[in-house]
Nanobody, 118 residues
Framework: QVQLVESGGGLVQAGGSLRLSCAASGITFSIYAMGWYRQAPGNQRELVADISTSGGRTNYADSVRGRFTISRDNAENTVYLQMNSLKPEDTAVYYC???????????WGQGTQVTVSS
């Protein structure tokens, strides 16, 4: 059974930092590209950042580039999102996504709430 379990969300003041983690099980983690998405109330889910299977390539939304860093540990089957200089507009539910690079099948985590107060 595939599971993606996010953790690390919470309430933080503007300018603060949070580190999200997503622990994967039930998949061969090293063949999955991983991503973080977010969805604010009334908005569509959007890509925040993604990372290649080896971690050698990363991609960021313009709104978070320079503030957020995605990384992965293939030995621990975990992907991280370090979020610095948080802004109120970063408030959303953050979801972990895993996409099989061979057959394109994708899985989602249950989401973790991030709330940034002004």
């Amino acid at each position: 059974q595939v599971q993606l379990v996010e953790s690390g969300g919470g309430l933080v003041q503007a300018g603060g930092s949070l580190r999200l983690s997503c622990a994967a099980s039930g998949i061969t983690f090293s063949i999955y590209a991983m991503g973080w998405y977010r969805q604010a109330p009334g908005n569509q889910r959007e890509l925040v950042a993604d990372i290649s299977t080896s971690g050698g390539r990363t991609n960021y939304a313009d709104s978070v580039r320079g503030r957020f860093t995605i990384s992965r540990d293939n030995a621990e089957n975990t992907v991280y999102l370090q979020m610095n200089s948080l802004k109120p507009e970063d408030t959303a539910v953050y979801y972990c996504n895993a996409q099989n690079t061979l057959n394109r099948r994708a899985y989602w985590g249950q989401g973790t709430q991030v709330t940034v107060s002004s």
